[in-house]
């Protein structure tokens, strides 16, 4: 980001049953979608929608890498946090770190890179670099509402 400060967000939530798998304590994949979920409400928090129209044309940001260390088994009730932290800004994509917690127990940590593309008519997904209008919301100048 062109402001090079370190962006942070945190987020809370509770692990819902359906998060569980049949030993009890939340499934893998659930976790990557607590981070995706997160980085949604980050860029929301910053006035950014995940799929948008930018100068009549469709742009989103699907992910190209994701990856989950597990350090501790969360179960159904659990109250966690999860920080987000911008790692990487390119030219056209965004990695995020992110550490989940419950209370100050680290309990996971991962990293996902999302590259922004236009959605062509037919289906096909084109990188392109971030538009200046997004890249001014993520160095925090303003949610453009």
Known sequence: MKGGGV???VTRRQVEFADTDSGGVVHFSRYLIFMETAE???LASRGIDVDTRIQGKRVSWPRVSARCSYSRPL???DQIQI???VARCGRTSMTYAFVLRRGDEEVA???MTSVCCVIEPDG???AIP???ELS???DGGGSGS
């Open 130 to 132: 971030i538009p200046e």
């Open 109 to 111: 940590c991962g990293e």
């Open 40 to 42: 949604h409400q980050f």
């Open 136 to 138: 001014v919301r993520l």
């Open 75 to 77: 179960v159904f009730g």
């Open 7 to 9: 962006e942070h967000f």
């Open 83 to 85: 920080e987000v932290t």
């Open 124 to 126: 096909r997904f084109t």
